[in-house]
């Protein structure tokens, strides 16, 4: 049955009249009220205003289903989620191993583009052209002065 389309007044005083049927009947608690207020440790006021309107705090609920050994009812009410929550998302998310760079070495490497050979460039006409970038002295590995004496 459906109770979404009942108020929460309407769904409280079925859980009354359903706690109240299992205290009186002999196959359920077999109890009065008065064992039940006792049994429970909540006063019988709050036990008839319970059974009458369905008005009860949360304490004095779990109280009255541990007197009546229907505690195990609770553990279905709200489902376990499928989904993992946000905590548990973070919690994956730093057990993950993180890639480090290796450390660097004490001596510079030579860079990639230093050890090509500079690419002849061709004209318009197809023929090729001289390059325009400088090119190493042999036997030096350094390329020649510009004419200001500085090297390029």
């Not at 019988?44 to 009546?68: D, Q, S, Y």
């Not at 990639?112 to 197809?126: C, E, H, N």
């Not at 190493?136 to 090297?151: C, D, L, Y």
């Amino acid at each position: 049955m459906s109770l979404y389309h009942l108020t929460n007044t309407e769904i409280a005083e079925r859980l009354a009249h359903a706690i109240r049927a299992w205290r009186i009947s002999p196959q359920g608690a077999a109890m009065s009220q008065v064992d039940l207020a006792h049994k429970s440790g909540i006063g019988l006021t709050p036990l008839k205003r319970f059974e009458k309107t369905g008005a009860i705090t949360l304490r004095n609920l779990v109280a009255l289903l541990r007197a009546l050994n229907l505690l195990d009812g609770l553990e279905t009410l709200v489902p376990e989620p499928d989904a993992p929550g946000p905590l548990a998302l973070l919690a994956a998310e730093q057990k993950k191993t993180h890639r480090k760079r290796a450390p660097r070495t004490s001596t510079p490497r030579a860079s990639t583009s230093a050890m090509r050979a500079p690419r002849a460039s061709t004209s318009a006409a197809g023929a090729p052209r001289a390059s325009t970038q400088p090119t190493s002295t042999p036997g030096t590995g350094k390329a020649p002065a510009t004419p200001e004496g500085r090297n390029g």
